[in-house]
């Protein structure tokens, strides 16, 4: 007879991990499936040049602080590092490379069809973010441009960007620190759907965190939450960023209408032409392979009551963001959403 786990976590980042830290305080048998070769989740695929929002102290998982890095807010290497020897500090039992190609449930019994066989559980913990599930929305024209076009998500650094022409769009942080980077070796431009907003230049992600922290209670307690003076959509004023506003680059052409073979049309009839476009436009949710388990929306979105799944029984989410826990899809914020998520899990399968 084929193992069954009492849970099992489909994807081994900063999701998967703080869960598995809470897991390996009960006696529940468990087991992470991560589809990646190797340790550090999506943190892997990000641009060279990207670093966190906070110091390390403020960017850590459950049980251990992230160790300081000497050079400001650490660096993308620094945080693929740290979830390495986590992994390994723990102990936590992982496959890698697997797949999960789609899950079903049969006599109360998870089934998991995977890339490495078939793997069974009482529960499931879904831990697979957004990095997967790039978003790029439907322009007249996309088709028929003959330049190139890639997401942030694809987008690693500048090397081989000199004398192109490339536009940036997209108002959020990507946006801006990828205008700010790529700024300094081509010709830019940068189109959003509207003006850029900035936080303060003395706000970082300790304070965005403090934020979220105080709308969670709030709303815990039933009470109103007095909306601070954040928005925690606004581009965070990064060192980067920062210079990148000393060059004046950090100026928008406002939106395109349509794609022309060469370039666009912006929307008061000019046209320009690129060699390159570079969407930062955000995610959709990597949920496909809960298909058939539940009907996530256009976006990948299931309906869940904290973390937990409304329409099915024994699946939780955890890390997509707001609808799954304030902050949960950053390393600090996680922690939260997988504790509740363990003690959850826990009640569950003793009832």
């Not at 109103?224 to 000393?246: C, H, Q, S």
């Not at 320009?272 to 009907?295: A, M, P, R, S």
Request: with cysteine.
């Amino acid at each position: 007879m084929a193992e069954v786990y009492d849970v099992i976590i489909i994807g081994g980042g900063q999701s998967g991990l703080a869960c598995a830290y809470y897991l390996r305080r009960t006696k529940l048998n468990y087991l992470i499936l991560d589809e990646q070769e190797n340790c550090g989740g999506a943190w892997q695929k990000t641009w060279d040049s990207l670093r966190l929002f906070s110091p390390a102290d403020q960017s850590s998982l459950p049980g251990w602080l992230m160790p300081k890095n000497e050079d400001g807010f650490p660096p993308k290497d620094h945080v693929i590092n740290y979830l390495c020897k986590y992994e390994e500090r723990y102990d936590f039992p992982v496959k890698r490379p697997v797949k999960v190609e789609n899950v079903e449930k049969e006599s109360g019994v998870f089934k998991l069809k995977t890339s490495a066989g078939d793997f069974s559980a009482k529960t499931v913990i879904s831990a697979t973010g957004t990095w997967k599930a790039p978003f790029i929305p439907k322009v007249k024209g996309i088709d028929i441009f003959r330049g190139k076009q890639i997401h942030s998500a694809q987008y690693k650094n500048t090397d081989k960007l000199e004398n192109k022409k490339v536009l940036i769009v997209g108002e959020g942080n990507s946006g801006a620190q990828i205008l700010a980077e790529v700024s300094k070796v081509t010709n830019t431009s940068w189109a959003t759907l509207k003006d850029p907003e900035y936080l303060p230049d003395d706000v970082d992600g300790r304070v965005l965190f403090n934020v979220a922290t105080a709308k969670y209670k709030a709303e815990k307690e039933g009470k109103k939450f007095d909306p601070a003076a954040y928005n925690l959509g606004n581009i965070l004023m990064v060192p980067t960023v920062k210079e990148a506003r000393e060059r004046g680059v950090l100026k928008t052409k406002g939106s395109f209408t349509e794609f022309t073979e060469n370039g666009v049309i912006w929307e008061d009839g000019t046209k320009e032409d690129f060699d390159l476009i570079i969407w930062c436009t955000g995610f959709h949710y990597v949920t496909d392979h809960l298909n058939k388990l539940v009907e996530p929306d256009a976006k990948g979105k299931i309906k869940t009551d904290g973390t937990r799944a409304n329409n099915i029984t024994g699946l939780w989410l955890v890390g997509y963001g707001g609808w799954t826990g304030y902050a949960s899809a950053t390393l600090i914020g996680v922690g939260r959403s997988a504790r509740a998520t363990v003690k959850e899990i826990t009640e569950y399968l003793q009832d």
